[in-house]
């Protein structure tokens, strides 16, 4: 373990705990902010139990993802980030997602009226997500898609994320047809146009000389 714990010893998935020793969840997605895409907070989703959702699993508003920023992180290894601040202290913590009202047309409104009647009642139409982060930071989630460019086709899907003296390098691609194993897509060919997935800004050409993934 580190007593300081840098931006490259964070990892998509890893288990997150209070100082209190509950369990919270699990590092969901990394907020990097632009331009220098340096990370600025982690976002961690709650486990069921610790969000309250196991005991009302019919609130499918509940936020159950929290922004955790990078002073309330204590020591980090692979597969475990440990919190300072105690479960209540995390309770109290900036959602990731809001929801908010629109105006919604008649056909969706009958559909929503529907919805109600179902056994797992969907988001309503007049509800959206809205992630709360800044128009220039990216988010970068574990499993999301990476489409190359905006040609339809898809790269594959990010496994993890990699990080130098706190500035993201580049994320780990679990690939889609073109490799039997993970690849590094460096950041300079990452792009977002939408909060749906990531974009990739090269060539056909450009992705077969990607470099494979060394795991340590």
Avoid: C
Avoid at 29 to 40: I, N, Q, S, T
Avoid at 141 to 164: A, I, P, Q, T
Wanted: aromatic share 6%.
């Amino acid at each position: 373990m580190s007593d300081a714990p840098k931006a490259d010893d964070f990892h998509l998935g890893a288990e997150v705990v209070s100082s209190d020793a509950k369990v919270v969840g699990e590092l969901k997605r990394v907020l990097v902010e632009g331009p220098g895409y340096g990370l600025k907070a982690l976002v961690v989703k709650e486990g069921g139990r610790f969000s309250g959702l196991l005991l009302a699993p019919g609130s499918a508003l509940l936020a159950d993802e929290v922004i955790v920023p990078l002073d309330a992180i204590g020591e980090v290894t692979h597969d475990r980030i440990q919190l300072k601040v105690a479960a209540a202290d995390v309770r109290r913590m900036a959602p990731y997602l809001e929801f908010r009202t629109r105006e919604t047309t008649s056909a969706e409104a009958l559909e929503d009226e529907s919805s109600v009647l179902a056994l797992s009642p969907a988001i309503p139409h007049s509800v959206e997500e809205v992630a709360n982060k800044a128009a220039g930071d990216l988010e970068i989630e574990g499993g999301e898609n990476v489409m190359l460019g905006h040609s339809g086709k898809r790269l594959g899907s990010v496994r993890d994320v990699l990080f130098d003296d706190g500035d993201l390098v580049g994320v780990v691609l679990q690939p889609e047809g073109w490799f039997k194993r993970d690849v590094i897509l460096p950041r300079r060919f990452l792009d977002r146009s939408d909060d749906a997935a990531l974009f990739a800004q090269l060539t056909e050409s450009d992705v077969e000389n990607l470099e494979p993934f060394e795991s340590e």
